[in-house]
């Protein structure tokens, strides 16, 4: 086994935005140096970052250039072109996750593809590229089905609810009758994800089960530990294991399930990085994912996942600000609160912007706390 990266090395982050952020934080309090490539200026990631290079994925020789003064390169984005991955092993550089992490997840039918080959438990699909294809897949799966693009998709951009397979062509109308994949609807009690991470020595780490809620099809609100049966955590954990093992992942990932209402798990997404369900970790965990992130890119021994206390995780996104200055006082009142805000300078709707994080005694506390925090941002500021 090589020998680890030990600080003041330099972590080389492709993309820049919020993952990439609290990455530098967790890393550079460890003592390593950080530096980020994507197309953005002032970025999330650039403001902390000891280097930031502004520059587009495709030029080559940005990228080159870039890889040469790290020490070892992630990512915190992974639609990123895959030919960076491949200029970075020819570098020299340890690339963790490797390119073919990101050339698996970074396209939804490699994705389910992958998973299906592996015997892991996915919802039916087929592909998407005529429209005799897409009417024999309807004909198959039946309705309702969601019609996604098969490429670069994330938050519910990309995708179309078939309830009528008479809806067929005019969702793939609306996804721009590009490369598609088409998935079975899966009517779920709850979804979950496992944020786990896999070391150089294949040592395994894991966060335990996170209950998601979503609006909008973006992640609204997040709680650690799930209130799921244990068989059902540790059926969670085991797909997890075997994702990363089998793709052989070093670094953060994260498995974003389906709890059917019979009781199943179906693998919906994979996310080869730190993930919004992940970030209360800072405050309820002795080891935050970021800075497992770090340990695992750099070679170290994983830290201890323990969650200190239930935990609830708000988004904020630029609909937050539509009223004007959210009051960020009022929501600090709130007992166990904290804030982590992301750089951005831009407040749009549907952008994520921040989030809140509350601890409490029980995940029900929690989760009203940070709600409760979460509306009080638009309460009148006191003058």
């Excluded at 530096?35 to 970052?49: L, N, R, V, Y």
């Amino acid at each position: 086994m090589m020998q680890p990266l030990l600080p003041p090395a330099v972590i080389g982050v492709f993309g820049s935005g919020q993952l990439g952020r609290m990455l530098a934080l967790a890393a550079r309090a460890m003592g390593y140096r950080i530096h980020t490539f994507s197309p953005e200026q002032d970025s999330p990631t650039g403001q902390i970052a000891d280097r930031e290079v502004c520059a587009p994925y495709d030029d080559l020789d940005a990228v080159r250039d870039f890889v040469r003064r790290v020490d070892v390169i992630t990512f915190e984005f992974e639609n990123v072109a895959a030919a960076v991955a491949q200029v970075a092993a020819e570098e020299g550089a340890p690339v963790r996750p490797g390119g073919h992490v990101l050339h698996t997840t970074q396209q939804r039918l490699r994705e389910k593809g992958f998973l299906a080959r592996a015997g892991l438990p996915v919802t039916p699909f087929a592909a998407i590229n005529t429209e005799a294809e897409l009417l024999a897949a309807i004909r198959q799966i039946g309705a309702p089905a969601v019609l996604k693009t098969a490429a670069f998709g994330y938050d519910g951009k990309g995708q179309a609810r078939i309830d009528d397979p008479a809806q067929a062509l005019a969702a793939w109308d609306a996804i721009g009758r590009q490369e598609a994949i088409l998935e079975g609807f899966v009517d779920f009690e709850r979804e979950v994800s496992v944020v786990a991470a896999r070391g150089v020595d294949g040592a395994f780490a894991h966060w335990g089960v996170i209950e998601n809620t979503h609006r909008n099809h973006i992640l609204d609100v997040s709680m650690a530990p799930a209130a799921v049966e244990p068989r059902i955590a540790a059926d969670a954990v085991e797909l997890a294991h075997a994702v990363l093992t089998q793709l052989d992942v070093v670094g953060v990932l994260c498995v974003e399930m389906f709890l059917d209402r019979r009781g199943r798990l179906l693998i919906n997404e994979l996310a080869p990085r730190p993930h919004n369900s992940g970030h209360l970790t800072i405050e309820a965990a002795v080891t935050s994912q970021f800075e497992q992130q770090a340990r695992a890119v750099c070679g170290l021994p994983l830290g201890s996942t323990e969650l200190l206390r239930p935990a609830a995780m708000a988004n904020l996104l630029g609909d937050v600000w539509e009223t004007g200055e959210p009051n960020w006082a009022a929501a600090l009142a709130v007992p166990g609160v904290k804030l982590h805000l992301y750089g951005k300078k831009e407040p749009r709707v549907g952008r994520k912007m921040g989030h809140l994080t509350a601890l409490a005694g029980t995940i029900e506390d929690a989760r009203a706390k940070v709600v409760q925090a979460r509306t009080a941002l638009s309460e009148a500021s006191a003058n």
